[in-house]
């Protein structure tokens, strides 16, 4: 079993459902369960029809709900049709939502009792719920006779309170829930941040359709981050694995982006054009140039990346922008500083070393050191302010990728460089 | 509290005891649990000394392990004595653990039964057990009389069987299990990987020592998510959130690694002086260097992304590495040409708009075009390649940043470029 979890990647469907087929039944169960939905849908798909009821039925509602979104549209209602009539019903309310909101990712299998009952009916019920494979019984949900949440208590407090003790005196009536709409980001956060087991999701009256459980969430963190990072690299985010991922899908999220980053950069090239003279005159300034123009790229790759993630995480929303703006210009100035020093060495010792750059030496270190500080400073803050805006304007602001940064500061780079040139070198050199 | 929660990244320590102490009994101890340790230990030192043992009381053993290593070693004895004696031992164990490995990151306090016990007598005796603050009743844990475990038994399963079967008849043997010094990433992997709620922590000899539940994993997820993206924005991951994170010790993570790129851009600034002489005679080849070099980047970015990644999740391991150098070939290859239709169309369209380049139109564009997919095959290759490298030599395969990737590849790409010019342009412009 081992054996095949580690070359399941490389498996084609076909492979999969044979070494499958292969495993002792227990073994096969446990690894059904592991698998991914697209994964689940290949072996239900490739295997007999009589195996298929077994492994259609072995799944909870919202996994099965999840399958069927990733069988071809012409075998979803045969498979359907397999799951026994209540689990149908329950399905079918489930593929209602969208896959990535809070209701496409809940499980209607909750335990609830009524608030009026007492601690003992409450544990004699909740136990007779459990034997219809319920999510988990870690949290009792009360609701009253219109399915409205009137507050949780944890099958924990049931057992360790007096029997004769009223459930609606026992339950914490305070209690965080989702919509059933909410993005299934925001929803890991709420699990997240209030450290729960699991979340109750509620429609619009209040009342309760499901709930979702922390390890639905560990997936879906953990999913959410390989797409920013995606995102972050530069290019679409891939919908599965790097080595699952066809070759002619994977080329195109790629070469997207590479091309719109390919059109962007020819902005810098035509903004070298128009310093051709300069360069004409002084090819040394050329030399320089990708020195320059990448540490505005790598600043703005720092501060973009930092701004992302912590809007992901919720650390920072759009009303901070300011105080971004003014902690990224100090932060560009100090790292610009920084470099600024390091560009004025390298100027210094290599004239002194090979005579290079002669009485220009002084006026070239400063338009290198001045430019630097400039270059690295407006990556700093564009960088940060990105994502700011593509947020603002209801994009991603993980699209505000490395290589988008570098692309947009380089043509900035190239003016601010050649201008500090023409102040500092017109004269001597130009 | 909803104010106080969205107010906290930005009040100091003082100004978050000061509004801590305005809450509500209840309340507080709600916001309380759902601070991050650093939170915890400023409010227990902040408040008094009355108030501080309430509050140390108040978190569960591995909680508390945790403020402990947050506060300065002078206090760590003081707030250890006011523990209660059976957690002061407890939480002398967890601390002998690193604070990333399972051992650090387990709670002592899991449901345990003997395996001959009847169902009915565990059900009574994890009830009982339940009144002391476990960490989850979920899974019963079945360990013999030297501690080692046997086998686990969901406590809904012990509710719904017959009362007088054994626990060893109902019990799962065939199980999930980490060891102590298990790095707290693999962990979060295998909790994962099996859809589980919880994994037991053994030592060598097969001794439980205590659980890790999900909810612990969801925050271990994202937090090396959030490092791994620092990384891969190009500098040292901060330790806490961005707005919350001091100037100077932001700027010392940034600066490192900003001017280690920086003097490896000074390997381009080196290669392109050696075609100084280029540059001299045809000015138009300088203004493409940022155009051929940033797509190189650009490329290498979006390889190293996606294999930093798939390793992270445990889909790439170390031996795929020849798999991977060929599809990432196949996609250079397919990138670049893409990359260098466009490039063609950009010279030949100059120059029937502008007349610029004359007869050595076509020869531009060669270089151009041969010079792109040398570049961006170039790029994902040493891109998707890097990440590998560090990872033999035992570094952060996700040090292979955007920034640093794109940096490696501008010294080939220059050399790359300049030598296709000498090669199609001699005769015309050279």
């Given at each position: 079993m081992e054996e095949i979890q580690d070359l399941w990647p490389l498996l084609t469907a076909e492979e999969r459902v044979e070494s499958f087929s292969m495993l002792s039944r227990d073994d096969a169960e446990d690894f059904f369960q592991g698998l991914t939905s697209r994964g689940q849908a290949q072996i239900v798909l490739g295997c007999s029809p009589r195996e298929r009821k077994l492994w259609m039925r072995l799944l909870a509602p919202d996994d099965a709900a999840d399958v069927l979104q990733e069988v071809p549209e012409e075998n979803r209602a045969e498979l359907m049709d397999l799951l026994d009539v209540a689990t149908q019903r329950e399905v079918r309310a489930l593929l209602a939502y969208a896959e990535d909101q809070a209701g496409g990712l809940m499980s209607p299998r909750f335990a609830r009792v009524r608030p009026d009952l007492t601690v003992e009916e409450a544990v004699r019920y909740v136990r007779r719920q459990a034997q219809d494979r319920l999510e988990t019984i870690y949290y009792v949900y009360v609701l009253d006779s219109t399915q409205k949440l009137q507050g949780v208590?944890?099958?924990?407090?049931?057992?360790?309170?007096?029997?004769?003790?009223?459930?609606?005196e026992l339950m914490e009536s305070d209690l965080v829930t989702v919509p059933e709409d909410m993005d299934q980001e925001h929803v890991a956060e709420a699990i997240a941040q209030h450290d729960i087991l699991a979340v109750p999701v509620v429609?619009?009256?209040?009342?309760?359709?499901?709930?979702?459980?922390?390890?639905?969430?560990?997936?879906?963190?953990?999913?959410?981050?390989?797409?920013?990072?995606?995102?972050?690299?530069?290019?679409?985010?891939?919908?599965?694995?790097?080595?699952?991922?066809?070759?002619?899908?994977?080329?195109?999220?790629?070469?997207?982006?590479?091309?719109?980053?390919?059109?962007?950069?020819?902005?810098?090239?035509?903004?070298?054009?128009?310093?051709?003279?300069?360069?004409?005159?002084?090819?040394?300034?050329?030399?320089?140039?990708?020195?320059?123009?990448?540490?505005?790229?790598?600043?703005?790759?720092?501060?973009?990346?930092?701004?992302?993630?912590?809007?992901?995480?919720?650390?920072?929303?759009?009303?901070?922008?300011?105080?971004?703006?003014?902690?990224?210009?100090?932060?560009?100035?100090?790292?610009?500083?920084?470099?600024?020093?390091?560009?004025?060495?390298?100027?210094?010792?290599?004239?002194?070393?090979?005579q290079t750059y002669g009485e220009a030496t002084p006026f070239l270190a400063a338009t290198v050191a001045v430019s630097l500080v400039g270059v690295v400073m407006w990556g700093t803050v564009s960088g940060a302010m990105l994502p700011f805006i593509l947020r603002a304007f209801g994009f991603d602001p993980a699209s505000a990728s490395a290589p988008f940064v570098a692309t947009l500061v380089d043509v900035a780079g190239v003016m601010i460089y050649f201008n500090a040139a023409g102040i500092f070198l017109s004269g001597t050199l130009l």
């Open positions: 208590v944890s099958f924990r407090e049931l057992l360790t309170a007096p029997a004769d003790k009223l459930v609606c429609d619009g009256e209040g009342r309760m359709k499901g709930i979702v459980t922390v390890d639905d969430v560990v997936d879906v963190v953990q999913s959410e981050a390989t797409e920013d990072m995606h995102k972050i690299g530069g290019m679409e985010a891939l919908d599965s694995p790097y080595l699952q991922t066809r070759f002619l899908p994977m080329i195109r999220k790629r070469a997207g982006w590479l091309s719109v980053l390919f059109l962007g950069e020819m902005f810098t090239t035509a903004a070298m054009s128009r310093y051709e003279e300069h360069v004409a005159r002084a090819v040394v300034l050329a030399i320089f140039v990708p020195l320059i123009i990448s540490s505005g790229g790598n600043s703005g790759s720092q501060a973009s990346t930092l701004v992302i993630r912590a809007m992901a995480l919720g650390q920072v929303k759009l009303r901070d922008w300011h105080r971004i703006v003014r902690r990224e210009l100090l932060s560009g100035f100090a790292l610009g500083g920084i470099l600024a020093l390091v560009g004025i060495a390298r100027v210094v010792l290599w004239d002194m070393l090979f």
